[in-house]
């Protein structure tokens, strides 16, 4: 029950779903479809604003992380018209690090403050699961207290098929070696419809859920994400937080889901559309509204500029993600925003959005509540 929402002051359209989120009852389908193509934007960002607050109050959670890409050399670089980021072997933009060189990584900028590395990368054809397991266990060595937050499903499913083991092998033998968690990439767009054209013959919808499941049973947490603003129709969006929504009903191991806007420059999908900051927010609240069941809803700074992630917590996001220090993804496909924010700067940009900064670690649980600025 979300007391201060009156549906009686919505529109029309809107009117039945308020009072909906104001008893606390889920959303369907129907529901879902009308916050994708409401005009009404700042009613539907209100109800997401007070699901937020229900859930968060004024806090705003952001963590001190580092980026680590070891490698973008993937064998879907064709196949993930999308994605700017990988290259194949002997493209000029084309890197493998060594070992060392991760631990470089991981200790340069602000790397040794952190309590996440957020590690992925390409599927590379010639590192086999033992190289990967071997830079966990020298992460875990050197930096003890780091959180290792590693591998998207793809990679996880890449990694069984390369060394004809199942899921559950993998994972079990990343978390030995010292694996935390999992993002939430590579979920793009479950549909066959979309996922046919950007990314055919990647994991499809059933086996990028699978990995997490299975993740989720053995104990180990997860992100999701949703990417859009290219091909997909609001209804494949809505079949995609559904099936999200699903999932973490039978499992609840979801942390935070992370609406993704695709990013058009240098790829193979052959779109010039941008994401405008208004279709940004309807995506958060829309999220916020319909996955009831993820605790956080993530407005990645990185993505969306600080500026507009600061009106996104006013939209249903309740974290702002982190330092990150060096970005590549994002920056590969054209983003224009820094690649770092320090501690200081991130606490900033959430207070001066009326909330108050809480630094978390990777599993939500908080570490320092800022002091209040003078
Ligand atoms: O899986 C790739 C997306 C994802 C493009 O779990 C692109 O905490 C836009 O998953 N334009 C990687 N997006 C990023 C990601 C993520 C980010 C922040 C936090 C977390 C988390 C996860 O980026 C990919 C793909 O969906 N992506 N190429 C592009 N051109």
Known sequence: MTAQIRPELYPEPLRELAAKVRAGQRLDDEDALLCLETPHLLHLGQLANAVRLQKHGDTAFYNVNRHINPTNICVYTYNCKFCSFAALPGEDHAWAMSHDEVYEHAATQGGDQATEFHIVGGLHPDLSLEWYLEMLRGLTERFPEVHLKAFTAIEIGWFAKREGISIEEVLLRLREAGLGSLPGGGAEIFHSEVREIICDGKLDADEWLEVHRIAHGLGIRSNCTMLYGHVEKPEHKVDHLLKLRQVQDETGGFNA??????????????????????????????????????????????MLTPRLAQVALSFGADDMDGTVVEETIYHMAGAQTDQSLSRSELERVVREAGFVPVERDTLYKPLRQSPVAT
């Open 257 to 302: 889901f992370i609406p993704l806007a695709y990013h058009p420059e240098n790829n193979y999908l052959g779109l010039t559309y941008h994401t405008t900051g208004s279709e940004d927010l309807r995506h958060l609240a829309t999220s916020r509204l319909v996955l009831d069941n993820v605790p956080h809803i993530k407005a990645y700074w990185i």
